[in-house]
């Protein structure tokens, strides 16, 4: 069974750094994409950020550019989350995500991915 386990959450004063990762367990995918969303309390869930695992190619929503960076390690099917001067907007359930149909085009939208992770809380203190 295909599954996303995902680890680093946690609670961090405001302009600290958390690192998270997620790791795709039997992948049945070949050319893939692994993303992370994110969700507050009271909001929907929306695009962080989305990487091919083939190429490399990442790609970031506007609020966390220059902050957020998004790395793989594509031999063990693993992404990290490298997240830097958070504020407590970035509080939120982060959610892994993994899908072979994703493409610049559709990759904010989370209905592209096939996978997601149980996600894990990351809480920014002011």
């Known amino acids: 069974q295909v599954q996303l386990v995902e680890s680093g959450g946690g609670l961090v004063q405001a302009g600290g750094s958390l690192r998270l990762s997620c790791t795709l367990s039997?992948?049945?995918?070949?050319?893939?994409?692994m993303g992370w969303f994110r969700q507050a309390p009271g909001k929907e869930r929306g695009f962080v950020t989305t990487?091919?695992?083939?190429?490399?190619?990442?790609y970031y929503a506007d609020s966390v550019k220059g902050r957020f960076t998004i790395s793989r390690d594509s031999a063990k099917n693993t992404v990290y989350l490298h997240m830097h001067s958070l504020t407590p907007e970035d509080a939120a359930v982060y959610y892994c995500a993994a899908g072979d149909r994703v493409t610049p085009a559709t990759m904010t939208s989370g209905g592209e991915y096939d996978c997601w992770g149980q996600g894990t809380q990351v809480t920014v203190t002011s």
């Open positions: 990487i091919s695992m083939s190429f490399g190619s990442a």
């Open positions: 039997r992948p049945t995918f070949s050319n893939y994409a």
